[in-house]
């Protein structure tokens, strides 16, 4: 057997990182609370009606009930990124799950529009804590090359949750009543909770200060440009709406400006948008949230209003892309890990787009159900080879003081892409149904919820505008495949300096501040003489505590001779 050598050395600079032996647990553990914030996003589609009839409310103020859970979410997004990197991720990602459980059952209770818009407000920001830690501890416990299956499952659960929220609501809202979409929340918080508790490490955390200007600056820009966003096609995009959306911005450029002068602390590092790949990634899942967010509309309103679906079954139309994408993640996760991510993103927007074509073809008045699944199919297939190998793209050649930012950015730019994707589809519908029915009285779908009855000689030209709009997130998605050409995978140079070996594995098993290594030495730890290692006896009489510099450059010593 080699022998080892056993050091306890403090971390050095936060670069040497505990994990635990098994971080697939920790990974699972986060998943519950991951899954639970994304469904909600999209679960109350289906309860709108419902709530505005037993609380009472105009279109206006039930829409808020889903604008305002969003815009909580978008806005804290980037600055809990970094506090995830201050504060630690398990930290920051307990009290966002926390926060939006509790959320979670004050909405239940709520007894007006105002008071549920107010709590649904609480729960983003909850969401918002708590998304960015997940991307982070995955990019931190895993090593590169064991990180894309992890992705896969991130990718698959960013996935499939976005779609399983409409089905979930109509389940939920048909069956209990539209509070239980919040009430079910509460014991699946409390178990994700408890998993968190125990099976989630402790992460090193960086001492940072807190960039209060920047803070500002990107709440204030991201709040306007959002809220213009979501604003826009109920105000008929007023002036005073594009106004607001200039301002958001111009604000978002002084961020971006503040950034780049204050080199000290800045909120996002902008070096990591030196890495291509990192800024690419970007690109693609700012693509792929616009395209997912946008198809959903228009399918609903087909199914509902030509099709004569429930909308619970109109949500079934979207489990064929649900399950591919599930099933088929695990599978892509190991591909990521040794392919090249152009040709695998690659096909996955472009499998992507043809399957929107496809749909966008079949929704005519005449087509029957069944063929409404194939092209839901490949989308699914398409998706699986999209969220993952994004991700894990995105993250690759992040170092782990930037995860928490990388993360942030990477989740923030998500969410912008599906709120784009909510107003530009919105607004292009409204154009092609006044294009198609010209002064009919549907002259503008109003958001989700109930669908209006057309009569039978309107389905004709309502089911063009559905189908030219479908178009839409069709193209958009062709801008994922562009992206894609770019990538440079395992080919890039590091972008940032490489760090000592900051994926080994440590036993933390007691309380101090030590962190303990096994590190082998390589075939037989002895040189030819049979003498033991110089390297080795040095480690051995080392006071590593009091010197972690020289731990540094002994190690790296160390590193060098193990490879020769």
Known sequence: MSPALNARTPSPQGWVLARPDNPWNALWAMMVGFFMILVDATIVAVA????????????????????????????????????????????????????????????????????????????????????????????????????GVAMSVWGATA???????PLAGGVLVGSLGWQWIFFVNVPIGIVGLALAVWLVP?????PHRFDVLGVVLSGVGMFLIVFALQEGQSRHWAPWVWATGAVGIAVMVAFVCWQAVNTEEPLIPLQIFKDRDFSLANVGVATIGFAVTAMILPLMF????????SPIRSALLTAPTAIASGVLAPVVGRIVDR?????????????????????????????????????????????AFIWSPLAATATRNLPPDLAGAGSGVYNATRQVGSVLGSAGIAAYMTSRIGAEMPGAAMAAPRGEGAVAELPEFLHAPFSAAMSQSMLLPAFIALFGVVAALFLLGFDAEPTFAPNPEPYLDPRDDDDDDYVEFVVSHGHDGYDGDGEADAVTDAFRALPLAEDPEKWENLYAEFMAERDE
Request: include cysteine.
């Open 48 to 147: 709108n009606p419902t709530i505005m009839e037993q609380l009472g409310a105009d279109y206006d103020g039930v829409i808020w009930v889903t604008s305002a859970y969003l815009l909580a979410y978008a806005v804290p997004l980037l600055v809990a990124g970094r506090l995830g990197d201050m504060y630690g991720p398990k930290n920051l990602y307990l009290a966002g799950l926390a926060v939006f459980t509790a959320a979670s059952l004050w909405c239940g209770l709520a007894g007006s529009i105002g008071m549920l818009i107010a709590a649904r407000v609480v729960q983003g920001v909850g969401a918002a804590l708590l998304t960015p830690q997940t991307l982070s501890t995955i990019t931190r416990i895993f090593p590169p090359e064991r990180r």
């Open 159 to 165: 996935g499939v949750a976005t779609l399983v929220g």
């Open 202 to 206: 402790v992460l090193p955390t960086q």
């Open 302 to 309: 087909y199914a509902q209003t030509v099709c004569g679906l």
């Open 339 to 383: 392919a090249h991510p152009t040709p695998v993103i690659g096909f996955g927007f472009s499998a992507m787009a043809v399957g929107l074509t496809w749909l966008a073809i079949e929704m005519t008045p005449t087509t029957p159900i069944w063929r409404l699944l194939l092209p839901q199919l490949v989308m699914g297939i398409g998706m």
